[in-house]
Each structure stands twice: as structure tokens, then as C-alpha cells.
Nanobody
Framework: QVQLVESGGGLVHPGGSLKLSCVAS????????MGWYRRAPGKQREFVTN???????NYADSVKGRFTISRDSAKTTVYLQMNDLEPEDTAVYYC??????????WGQGTQVTVSS
């Protein structure tokens, strides 16, 4: 069984930066797609960004130009660099992984709070 473990969340002032990490518990599995979703208080979970095993990235319009997703060479760790954070970015951020055969798994989530 493979698990995804996120880290790096916390409290930051508006305009600040945070970097989230997501590590797969096993390195013998490969994901075709890894990414991040978030759920703000009182809202549904929404897509933030993802990266394919070929390095193709996608971003939600709300984070383009501010967030950057990257992946290590082993393709078992994905990062989310978040710059110029806004209060609207406050949410629980979830790591997502999809295997080549379609199965999806989720991390437990990490809280990001943007507040002055």
C-alpha cells in the first residue's frame, strides 16, 4: 500500500511564501500524475495544480504566476512553491496521486493559513 504524506503548511502573512512537500511512502510505485487540491472553509475541494510523469503541468487560473509545482527525479515527491500568498489561499491542501491504471490516492492534508 502506498501513502502520500504532506508537510510544509503553516501560518504566513499576505504576500509571503510557503513550500509544501508530498512524499510517497514507497518508491517502487510510479504515478502517472501527481498534484495538489485544496479545500477552503465552507467550500468544496478544488483543483490547484498537477504534473504528469512527462513533466507537463496544469494550474488553476487563481494560482497561475504565483504557484509552481515540481517533482523530484525519482517521481515520488512533489513540491508546491507558493508565492505572493493571499488570504483566499487559506485552505487545507491535499496531495493527489494517480497511478497509470487509474487508481487515485490522497494525502491527509496540510493546513495553510494566510492572515495578517
Amino acid at each position: 500500500q502506498v501513502q502520500l504524506v504532506e508537510s510544509g503548511g503553516g501560518l504566513v502573512h499576505p504576500g509571503g511564501s510557503l513550500k509544501l512537500s508530498c512524499v510517497a511512502s514507497r518508491s517502487d510505485f510510479r504515478f502517472s500524475l501527481m498534484g495538489w487540491y485544496r479545500r477552503a472553509p465552507g467550500k468544496q475541494r478544488e483543483f490547484v495544480t498537477n504534473i504528469s510523469d512527462r513533466g507537463r503541468t496544469n494550474y488553476a487560473d487563481s494560482v497561475k504566476g504565483r504557484f509552481t509545482i515540481s517533482r523530484d527525479s525519482a517521481k515520488t515527491t512533489v513540491y508546491l512553491q507558493m508565492n505572493d500568498l493571499e488570504p483566499e489561499d487559506t485552505a487545507v491542501y491535499y496531495c493527489h496521486g494517480q497511478f497509470p491504471w487509474g487508481t487515485e490516492i490522497w494525502g491527509q492534508g496540510t493546513q495553510v493559513t494566510v492572515s495578517s
